[in-house]
């Protein structure tokens, strides 16, 4: 890809240093797309590999700076004036804000130009047979590109002309060239930026945060967003984007100790909550010694609220079911399973936040179970939330192989002790029983170890019904009927 032999001046257009020519051939080695792009246009177009890396290099540099014309090989001017029309549009300020100093992202905006840049030097550049074969190909390319410069800086006189004086022939269409140029070159660049935020947000909407894209080898970086944009991953991503922003919102909301709802008075001895009249014992000296009396006593009256606090402890557990019924799509074309996990992986994102343990336990029949570990202590790892995302078991539904599974765990984390806390959460469609023994142990696993269950049943309100199985078991229970709808989960996010 590198210049053609003869040329006398420099051939690149974006003045570059060493180590970003070395950025360009490390990138241009790693990336198969743009060795594809750059060997189909070198077929047809001497100088494309040339135009190629400066496109990347106008993308990847902070301020990228434009050689003079002067300075330029003849034969590349055709080049220079398809990177000044890609720099100089607002399109490429926008795209540059996404791929400055990410030689990745630089790529990505090459290869989403590429079709544009096709059709440029098409535009431009003499045919390429013609080029080839003729001694004279840097001459004619000088003067297609001075010829284009001078036509777009006569466009506005030549349009105020009279049909009498307008110009004609080969001028009306340099003119022509000249405003297309433009108009390409900002459309090329206004895609470019698109490809790259969608990349972008595909990747934050997983939890690949932009250090860690950074940190990722480019084969592997490549990977990983075909594997996203492909399947039904692709069609979760929209889902899990709005999970983890709901719950992101619901823990900057939470506060320890939150009042809720003011349902009356009653009586205590919190200070914050304290009712007006209360107060006036304060100003008076002689209430004073009543006043503290009474505080040490709980006998103030006080605001009385109810509302869900937010005292969880311990590991978070998402028990979620795979079963065959949860592959099932509710309104809006959302399955069950898309929802439940991406509400399991907003867990996770909570579980993180607070410096707690995650566990996913994925679950179906009887004895059928897959467990994902997310230590607290370490990095979640791209790769086991996939992994953990695309699992699905299938079969029927049992709560006694994953409640155990989640008893256990919490059991491990006490190291023996008792009251370790913990919150399992325990997500399915479906309502299946369970044997009196089990239900007798389970009580006993509960009361030893002081953990809460919360649960959700999904699309299936016959599951959450008063006296269900899922009822008995869960401390706090929802129905969630719209899988659309990410905030009626809202609850969960605040208490966990």
């Given at each position: 890809?590198?210049?053609?032999?003869?040329?006398?001046?420099?051939?690149?257009?974006?003045?570059?240093?060493?180590?970003?020519?070395?950025?360009?051939?490390?990138?241009?080695?790693?990336?198969?797309?743009?060795?594809?792009?750059?060997?189909?246009?070198n077929?047809?177009?001497?100088?494309?590999?040339?135009?190629?890396?400066?496109?990347?290099?106008?993308?990847?540099?902070?301020?990228?700076?434009?050689?003079?014309?002067?300075?330029?090989?003849?034969?590349?001017?055709v080049?220079?004036?398809?990177?000044?029309?890609?720099?100089?549009?607002?399109?490429?300020?926008?795209?540059?804000?996404?791929?400055?100093?990410?030689?990745?992202?630089?790529?990505m905006a090459?290869?989403?130009?590429?079709?544009?840049?096709?059709?440029?030097?098409?535009?431009?550049?003499?045919?390429?047979?013609?080029?080839?074969?003729?001694t004279?190909?840097p001459?004619?390319?000088?003067?297609?590109?001075?010829?284009?410069?001078?036509?777009?800086?006569?466009?506005?006189?030549?349009?105020?002309?009279?049909?009498?004086?307008?110009?004609?022939?080969?001028?009306?269409?340099?003119?022509?060239?000249?405003?297309?140029?433009?108009?390409?070159?900002?459309?090329?660049?206004?895609?470019?930026?698109?490809a790259?935020?969608?990349?972008?947000?595909?990747?934050?909407?997983?939890?690949?945060?932009?250090?860690?894209?950074?940190?990722?080898?480019?084969?592997?970086?490549?990977?990983?967003?075909?594997?996203?944009?492909?399947?039904?991953?692709?069609?979760?991503?929209?889902?899990?984007?709005?999970?983890?922003?709901?719950?992101?919102?619901?823990?900057?909301?939470?506060?320890?100790?939150?009042?809720?709802?003011?349902?009356?008075?009653?009586?205590?001895?919190?200070?914050?909550?304290?009712?007006?009249?209360?107060?006036?014992?304060?100003?008076?000296?002689?209430?004073?010694?009543?006043?503290?009396?009474?505080?040490?006593?709980?006998?103030?009256?006080?605001?009385?609220?109810?509302?869900?606090?937010?005292?969880?402890?311990?590991?978070?557990?998402?028990?979620?079911?795979?079963?065959?019924?949860?592959?099932?799509?509710?309104?809006g074309?959302?399955?069950?399973?898309?929802?439940?996990?991406?509400?399991?992986?907003?867990?996770?994102?909570?579980a993180?936040?607070?410096?707690?343990?995650f566990?996913?336990?994925?679950?179906?029949?009887?004895?059928?179970?897959?467990?994902?570990?997310?230590?607290?202590?370490?990095?979640?790892?791209?790769?086991?939330?996939?992994?953990?995302?695309?699992?699905?078991?299938?079969?029927?539904?049992?709560?006694?192989?994953?409640?155990?599974?989640?008893?256990?765990?919490?059991?491990?984390?006490?190291?023996?002790?008792?009251?370790?806390?913990?919150?399992?959460?325990?997500?399915?469609?479906?309502?299946?029983?369970?044997?009196?023994?089990?239900?007798?142990?389970?009580?006993?696993?509960?009361?030893?170890?002081?953990?809460?269950?919360?649960?959700?049943?999904?699309?299936?309100?016959?599951?959450?019904?008063?006296?269900?199985?899922?009822?008995?078991?869960?401390?706090?229970?929802?129905?969630?009927?719209?899988?659309?709808?990410?905030?009626?989960?809202?609850?969960?996010?605040?208490?966990?």
């Amino acid at each position: 890809m590198g210049t053609t032999p003869g040329r006398s001046g420099e051939p690149a257009a974006v003045a570059a240093d060493r180590f970003d020519r070395i950025t360009w051939r490390d990138t241009l080695e790693q990336s198969a797309g743009l060795r594809e792009v750059a060997e189909e246009l070198n077929g047809r177009w001497p100088h494309a590999g040339d135009l190629l890396a400066d496109a990347f290099l106008a993308a990847y540099q902070s301020r990228p700076r434009l050689r003079e014309r002067a300075e330029m090989d003849p034969a590349l001017l055709v080049n220079h004036r398809i990177v000044t029309a890609l720099v100089e549009s607002p399109e490429f300020a926008a795209l540059r804000r996404e791929t400055a100093g990410d030689p990745y992202a630089a790529a990505m905006a090459v290869l989403a130009q590429a079709a544009a840049l096709r059709r440029l030097l098409r535009r431009l550049h003499p045919e390429p047979e013609r080029a080839r074969q003729s001694t004279h190909a840097p001459q004619a390319a000088h003067d297609a590109a001075s010829a284009a410069e001078e036509a777009e800086g006569n466009a506005a006189q030549a349009a105020g002309n009279t049909a009498g004086n307008a110009p004609e022939g080969a001028a009306g269409a340099l003119a022509t060239a000249a405003s297309a140029l433009r108009a390409e070159a900002r459309g090329a660049a206004a895609r470019a930026a698109e490809a790259v935020r969608e990349e972008a947000a595909l990747m934050r909407a997983w939890g690949v945060g932009h250090g860690e894209l950074q940190r990722m080898p480019f084969g592997r970086r490549a990977e990983l967003a075909e594997r996203l944009r492909s399947g039904r991953l692709a069609r979760w991503a929209e889902l899990i984007g709005r999970f983890r922003q709901m719950a992101g919102g619901e823990r900057a909301r939470k506060v320890e100790n939150a009042t809720g709802e003011l349902i009356g008075v009653t009586l205590g001895n919190d200070l914050s909550r304290l009712i007006p009249s209360e107060l006036t014992g304060l100003g008076l000296p002689g209430a004073r010694a009543v006043f503290a009396a009474r505080h040490a006593a709980g006998e103030l009256m006080l605001y009385d609220s109810r509302g869900e606090q937010p005292t969880g402890r311990g590991a978070v557990i998402a028990c979620v079911d795979t079963s065959h019924s949860m592959y099932e799509a509710g309104p809006g074309g959302v399955t069950r399973e898309a929802w439940a996990k991406s509400c399991a992986l907003a867990l996770l994102d909570q579980a993180r936040a607070a410096k707690r343990d995650f566990v996913g336990i994925l679950f179906s029949s009887a004895g059928r179970l897959r467990v994902f570990r997310f230590p607290a202590a370490g990095p979640a790892g791209i790769e086991r939330v996939l992994e953990f995302a695309e699992t699905f078991l299938g079969g029927g539904t049992s709560y006694e192989t994953p409640l155990t599974a989640a008893g256990e765990l919490l059991r491990e984390e006490c190291g023996g002790a008792s009251r370790t806390g913990g919150d399992i959460v325990l997500i399915t469609d479906d309502e299946c029983g369970v044997t009196e023994e089990w239900m007798r142990g389970w009580r006993d696993t509960k009361r030893l170890l002081g953990f809460r269950v919360f649960g959700v049943a999904v699309g299936a309100a016959h599951a959450a019904a008063a006296g269900s199985v899922l009822e008995v078991l869960c401390d706090n229970l929802r129905s969630i009927e719209d899988l659309t709808d990410v905030r009626s989960a809202a609850g969960l996010f605040r208490t966990i």
